[in-house]
T-cell receptor, first 116, second 120 residues
Framework: KQEVTQIPAALSVPEGENLVLNCSFT??????LQWFRQDPGKGLTSLLL?????REQTSGRLNASLDKSSGRSTLYIAASQPGDSATYLC???????????????FGKGTKLTVNP | GAVVSQHPSRVICKSGTSVKIECRSL??????MFWYRQFPKQSLMLMAT?????????EQGVEKDKFLINHASLTLSTLTVTSAHPEDSSFYIC????????????????FGQGTRLTVV
């Protein structure tokens, strides 16, 4: 059974700092990994999608890496801003035994607070 | 990115009543949509996979007679919580993938805004 773990559970940093969020998964048979942002009481906003054959993806101040063999991904946020404060979720997409479709398995998230 | 709209964003209902939640893909077609449930400080848990024109596939432990799913068109899936109980109070979120972007499992999943259900 796939398990996704995110460390740390919470992180508080001063504005301008570079930071790294970690995600690990137990089963490396994945299609891809996706990072999301969730604001309190809101839905999920997709940040980055990394295919299983890729090593990293970049979007603006965000960079996500993937090491499928070791079951790890990191999300790097450069020059953090107060507006980055949110919960960051990582999810692995894997083949679902039921009906052969795919299934996203989520971690519990890292709650990030960027202080002005 | 693609837009998934979920309605309502918040609903309060009495115990024993039914509540319907809608999930629409606004600018793309989705033969498959997914329904998740999120408890406070917990992961999103997949409840069921909604398939256009056919029966939904439910995860183990999810009562299909309690959580009715209908996916009547390529842009709309509905989740109905029947005979709601206070323990059904939770945050429900749907997601879909844009088929026009390629193979389903190779594309980004887009999520709705979520529905906060409170059963009193």
């Amino acid at each position: 059974k796939q398990e996704v773990t995110q460390i740390p559970a919470a992180l508080s940093v001063p504005e301008g700092e570079n930071l790294v969020l970690n995600c690990s998964f137990t089963d490396s048979a994945i299609y891809n990994l996706q990072w999301f942002r969730q604001d309190p009481g809101k839905g999920l906003t997709s940040l980055l999608l990394i295919q299983s054959s890729q090593r990293e993806q970049t979007s603006g101040r965000l960079n996500a890496s993937l090491d499928k063999s070791s079951g790890r991904s990191t999300l790097y946020i450069a020059a953090s801003q107060p507006g980055d404060s949110a919960t960051y979720l990582c999810a692995v997409n894997q083949k679902h035994r039921q009906g052969g479709s795919e299934k996203l398995v989520f971690g519990k998230g890292t709650k990030l607070t960027v202080n002005p | 990115g693609a837009v998934v709209s979920q309605h309502p964003s918040r609903v309060i209902c009495k115990s024993g009543t039914s509540v319907k939640i809608e999930c629409r893909s606004l600018d793309f077609q989705a033969t498959t949509m997914f329904w998740y449930r999120q408890f406070p400080k917990q992961s999103l848990m997949l409840m069921a996979t909604s398939n256009e024109g056919s029966k939904a596939t439910y995860e183990q432990g999810v009562e299909k007679d309690k959580f009715l799913i209908n996916h009547a068109s390529l842009t709309l899936s509905t989740l109905t919580v029947t005979s709601a109980h206070p323990e059904d109070s939770s945050f429900y979120i749907c997601s879909a993938r844009d088929l026009g972007q390629g193979i389903s499992w190779n594309t980004e999943a887009f999520f709705g805004q979520g529905t906060r259900l409170t059963v009193v």
